[in-house]
């Protein structure tokens, strides 16, 4: 691993550092500074010419300052002759923005994708992308890892006997299945409708969930009017106890404070692609090292051996 070179923006330095810890690799320091009129410069210090350098950003609030921090990290690395640049990106924000269902109305996934690559992206490795098309919209090729395993492996230390794994909504019931396979329970999902960022109606559970052990699987939460809804239908069911796993812990907006008062949630499980605040974070919130397999994505990019092989017994 000598000829790689590894940088962290501003969003998430911990994961970072945690990430280089597995690779025993160092983290090299950046230097960001911000002038008079309130533009950023960055300089990557640490020589980059003929190495392949990995750039570790997640896009989270604020998000347009990490997006212009990440993308002033690429043309930096560009400019001094990096042999290959990879995105690392445990959270692309602007996957959410991934259709034209109003007049008018930009598709930010896809010109964001535009932007990284312009400016000098020769790669990209993301975590959990919000839809399957924003794989799509990258003209470079991207490494599209998810967290099932990490979330299977804590969740197989509990009695499973009873359990239910259950989708929010039927376009995340696929990433439900595969999770339901590797628990080795059945699958239920919600009948979703939504009417805006923070309100959306959950008519019916489709399953059985009565007197069942659930666990509410979703690749995000933010502002949790979602899981909200689908504890009321959930209660409405009779369901015995519940548990929330997500990839992206957002919580923005008091999300966890009102996910964790709910009496019969028992546990809030998310991984570590967002910083989530100390001082934000509830006895019921568990959250798991998504580093490790970064890490060894990395590794394997960086060697030119197969990502998907990491998959194989998934």
Same mark, same amino acid.
């Given at each position: ?29 950046? =230097? ?9 410069? *960055?300089?990557?210090?640490? +020589? ?6 990995? @750039? ?9 300052? +990490?997006?212009?921090?990440? @993308? ?22 602007? $996957? ?9 109305? !930009?598709?930010? $996934? =896809? ?11 020769? &790669?990209?490795?993301?975590? #959990?992308?919000? !839809?399957?098309? /924003? ?13 099932? &395993? ?13 359990? *239910? /794994? *259950? ?15 590797? %628990? ?9 409708? =939504? ?41 409405? &069911?009779?369901?015995? !106890?519940? &548990? /929330? ?25 998310? #991984? ?12 019921? %919130?568990?959250? @798991? ?26």
């Amino acid at each position: 691993m000598r000829e790689i070179a590894v940088f962290s923006g501003s969003a998430h330095p911990e994961l970072a550092a945690e990430i280089c810890a597995q690779l025993e690799v160092p983290l090299r320091p950046v =230097r960001m500074r911000r002038f008079a009129n309130d533009c950023i410069e *960055v300089q990557l210090q640490a +020589n980059c010419r003929e190495r392949d350098v990995f @750039l570790i950003q997640p896009l989270v609030a604020p998000v347009q300052e +990490n997006l212009v921090e990440l @993308l002033l990290m690429l043309d930096a690395a560009r400019g001094a002759s990096a042999a290959r640049t990879t995105v690392v990106l445990p959270h692309y924000a602007y $996957a959410r923005s991934d259709k034209k269902d109003a007049p008018r109305i !930009s598709i930010g $996934a =896809r010109l964001v994708a535009d932007l990284l690559v312009a400016a000098g992206a020769s &790669r990209v490795l993301a975590m #959990t992308l919000h !839809s399957p098309q /924003v794989h799509g919209f990258f003209s470079v090729p991207v490494d599209h890892l998810h967290a099932l &395993r990490e979330l299977a492996a804590y969740f197989r230390r509990l009695d499973l006997s009873n359990s *239910v /794994v *259950v989708s929010p909504d039927l376009g995340n019931a696929k990433e439900a299945s595969h999770f339901a396979r590797l %628990l080795g329970v059945p699958v239920a999902a919600g009948a979703k409708q =939504r009417f805006s960022d923070d309100k959306v109606t959950i008519s019916d559970v489709i399953g059985d969930v009565t007197g069942k052990d659930v666990i509410v699987l979703d690749d995000e939460i933010a502002r949790g009017s979602t899981v909200i809804e689908l504890l009321d239908r959930l209660r409405e &069911r009779d369901a015995r !106890s519940i &548990r /929330v796993a997500c990839t992206h812990g957002l919580f923005s907006s008091g999300a966890l404070g009102r996910i964790g008062e709910q009496p019969d949630v028992q546990e809030i499980v998310c #991984t570590n692609t967002v910083p989530v605040p100390n001082g934000e974070r509830t006895p019921k %919130l568990t959250v @798991l090292s998504i580093a490790p397999a970064l890490a060894e994505a990395m590794r394997r990019i960086h060697n030119g051996e197969s990502v998907s092989a990491l998959f194989d017994a998934s």
